[in-house]
């Protein structure tokens, strides 16, 4: 069954959880390296107490963040595509909620098409928050 695997992320995950977003960032053209894979790490290890953290695969390969506080998806990286992991992260983050939001990068057209089909809808762009240099659409997801 897709997304089986699922599960909440340990401390002992931060270092795979930068790995896959590293991995991600190795396999996109339009995404800039900039960031190195330990500053990543350490800004998941940051916000690791504060936020809601599943992941997938052994080794984890998807992963995504939830700040429970701001309903705000922070993070949502699977590099198994097509396979119904993605959404069952999704559908884990709208448990219990009737409202989410995420910002995804201009240039991700496919997370677009993948948010648009679990319900978000665009409500406008945003300039990158650093550490990230590329704008961003905010997408909302209501119950």
């Not at 270092?15 to 800039?32: E, G, K, R």
């Not at 504060?50 to 992941?55: G, L, P, S, Y």
């Not at 998806?73 to 993605?86: D, K």
């Not at 999704?90 to 057209?109: F, Q």
């Amino acid at each position: 069954m897709a997304g089986s695997d699922i599960r909440p992320a340990s401390a002992d995950d931060i270092t795979a959880c930068a790995q896959a977003v590293w991995n991600w960032i190795d396999q996109t053209d339009w995404m800039p390296g900039d960031l190195p894979k330990e500053e990543l790490e350490n800004l998941i290890r940051e916000a690791f107490p504060d936020r809601e953290i599943w992941v997938s695969g052994d080794p984890v390969d998807c992963y995504m963040s939830v700040d429970p506080v701001a309903n705000k998806v922070g993070a949502l990286y699977c590099l198994r595509t097509g396979e119904g992991v993605g959404k069952t992260l999704l559908d884990k983050a709208k448990e219990g909620r009737d409202y989410l939001w995420l910002t995804t990068h201009v240039p991700n057209r496919a997370a677009q098409r993948f948010y648009r089909r679990e319900g978000f809808v665009e409500v406008g762009t945003e300039p990158p928050a650093p550490p990230d240099t590329v704008p961003v659409i905010r997408m909302e997801w209501r119950a």
